[in-house]
């Protein structure tokens, strides 16, 4: 029996084996965050440039822990509000990785949920593929938005599951459904994930990968949740290529009755 092969998971030109993205915030110390990166696989860790020290500053630094030679860097705009912010803090991520163009492009609504704020986000993205950027983007679960962003030039689409760090899952996954059908750059979901099973449905879902940072930074154990996450990623990419079996209303005996002994 062929297994069906699977496509690179490619962001901006680059090929990476893990499918699991995740942040460096809300954990207790560096050295439990660069624990529990490792434990969990992934290749692109993501960092508030607004909150991190990259060693612009006295103290413990990031890179103390996630090495650019072990990880590809992808700075983030959290905690900007307007498209004016997030290009400044784009533009100074760049400064301060020497030139380094790959982004995670965020412009929230408010503080409170932290939902995006569509309008700046667009200003945004325009101005930083104009300017050389290569970025990913965080956005609503609206397929129509998510289309503007893909022909505008972002090189993925990151639909939110559900709020930033509330752990609900996913709570509109027709609409991600949507968004990965008509996507030809890779989707991922970013935002809400709370345990693996998440993590499951947004692969089997047909996402190209997921973000995640608070479901394992606040698990009871973060450093086996990462594994959990890791697993989880890799068992929800097998079943969406494998395949589901069909629904059906009734029973369908897993021994069919046809050919039976009689005694």
């Known amino acids: 029996m062929t297994l069906h092969t699977d496509t690179p998971f490619t962001i901006a030109g680059r090929d990476f084996r893990s499918r699991l993205l995740v942040g460096t915030g809300k954990y207790k110390d560096f050295d439990e965050t660069g624990a529990a990166i490792a434990e969990s696989g992934a290749e692109i860790v993501t960092f508030a440039v607004r909150r991190t020290n990259l060693g612009q500053e006295d103290g413990p630094n990031l890179l103390d822990v996630i090495s650019p030679s072990r990880y590809t860097l992808l700075p983030n705009t959290a905690g900007c509000y307007t ?7 784009c533009r100074l991520a760049r400064e301060l990785l020497d030139g380094h163009n790959l982004v995670k492009l965020e412009v929230l609504g408010d503080d409170t949920t932290l939902y995006p704020n569509v309008v700046e986000t667009l200003k945004a993205a325009e101005t930083l593929l104009a300017d050389g950027f290569d970025v990913m983007v965080y956005t609503s679960d609206d397929p129509i938005v998510a289309r503007e962003l893909e022909a505008m030039g972002c090189c993925a689409i990151m639909p939110l599951g559900s709020l930033i760090g509330s752990g609900h899952g996913i709570q509109n996954p027709h609409n991600v459904r949507l ?4 996507s030809r750059v890779p989707v991922l979901v970013d935002a809400g994930i709370g345990t693996a099973s998440d993590a499951a449905m947004a692969m089997e879902l047909g996402c190209d990968g997921v973000l ?3 479901a394992i930074a606040h698990a009871r154990e973060p450093l086996r949740m990462a594994r959990a996450m890791k697993n989880a990623v890799e068992a929800g990419r097998d079943a969406f290529l494998a395949g589901r079996m069909p629904r059906r209303q009734n029973a369908d005996p897993s021994s069919p ?3 039976r002994i009689n005694g």
Do not use: C, S
């Not at 498209?83 to 803090?89: C, F, M, P, S």
């Not at 968004?179 to 008509?182: L, W």
């Open 83 to 89: 498209a004016k912010d997030a290009v400044r803090t």
């Open 212 to 214: 995640l940072n608070t």
């Open 257 to 259: 009755f046809a050919g």
């Open 179 to 182: 968004i990965v059908e008509q």
